[in-house]
């Protein structure tokens, strides 16, 4: 048994930089079946209630390397990948121009999120008939409230586009700064219902991962598209960044509850309580800021450019 394992020890050392290469490089077949097996397996277990069999174990080891064979290939063909989608795209016109033209990109943008925005609420009322749950119905209004917003920015845009009228799209900052404030109170009302009904979002399996890596991604970005549209000085397109973030601190709000009901169970209602409250005391206190500053600016611009004007 000793003479076993020295040579493998031995047989290691010496081919060790080939064995890796085969075990993170291996063929794209082999990447698509250890991804299926190992988030097949791992949904399994969590559906059946195998957590602490030796089966979840084999299933954790198996996510785990499909995830690294995962991330080892896209780091080593992304930049390969990027620029060769990036070609493709720039030698659209509408490519080339959403990629150049920040003013049609946020155009672009602004009906994506609006689409978004109502999707959300068709599915949240439908959620509220069907379950018949209050819950559902302020999680529907919140959506409802967005989409106003953004419906009256896509509005502007297409009338008057952006960058032309300093005043009008000041005017229209100071109203979504306004409605922001009224959409504070809707999730006012979602984190008491979190509270005291313990209503809240579950996911199951993989798919609080997922939406915990999307989350965290979508509040990044809009922090980092807050700071870098101001140089474009265009309330239109501030407005809009920080509708979107103000959207994104309500995911990672929900992400909370999520994450507390699947892994601090054993914590308690009292810890769940305390965690919400803080959570979402510091959400509302960040919405409000931002509608205080969006009207307050917006009101002090407008009186300075009329000002000039006289």
């Keep these: 048994m000793k003479e076993f394992f020295s040579g493998i020890l031995a047989y290691w050392k010496k081919n060790w930089r080939r064995i890796l290469t085969v075990l993170l490089y291996p063929p794209v077949w082999v990447v698509i079946l250890a991804t299926l097996v190992g988030s097949g397996a791992t949904v399994a277990v969590f559906l059946l209630g195998w957590e602490q069999s030796p089966i979840a174990a084999v299933a954790y080891v198996g996510t785990f390397y499909a995830l690294t064979v995962v991330i080892v290939r896209c780091i080593k063909y992304f930049p390969r990948w990027y620029r060769s989608g990036k070609d493709k795209i720039n030698a659209n016109h509408y490519g080339n121009l959403f990629l150049s033209d920040v003013h049609f990109r946020t155009t672009v943008t602004l009906y994506g999120s609006l689409a978004i925005s109502l999707l959300y609420v068709v599915m949240n009322a439908f959620s509220c008939a069907y379950y018949r749950t209050a819950w559902f119905g302020i999680l529907a209004g919140y959506y409802a409230i967005l989409a106003i917003m953004r419906f009256l920015l896509v509005r502007y845009v297409g009338r008057v586009g952006i960058g ?24 006012t009302g979602a984190v008491l219902m979190i509270l005291y009904q313990d209503k809240g979002y579950e996911y199951n399996g993989m798919l609080i991962y997922v939406m915990a890596a999307y989350t965290f991604y979508i509040t990044t970005h809009s922090i980092i598209d807050i700071v870098k549209f101001r140089k474009y000085n ?7 960044k920080r509708i979107n973030l103000s ?14 009901s699947q892994f601090g169970a054993e914590s308690g209602p009292e810890f769940r309580r305390i965690m919400v409250a803080a959570t979402g005391a510091g959400v509302s206190a960040v919405v409000i800021v931002m509608s205080v500053f969006m009207i307050v600016t917006a009101t002090r611009a407008i009186r300075k450019y009329k000002e000039k004007e006289r």
């Design 247 to 260: 959207a994104a601190l309500v995911s990672m709000l929900a992400l909370e509850t999520a994450m507390i």
């Design 234 to 240: 265009s309330p239109v397109m501030s407005a809009t």
């Design 164 to 187: 032309t009228d300093q005043i009008s799209e000041h005017r229209r900052s100071r109203l979504c700064g306004i409605i922001l404030l009224t959409l504070n109170l809707t999730l």
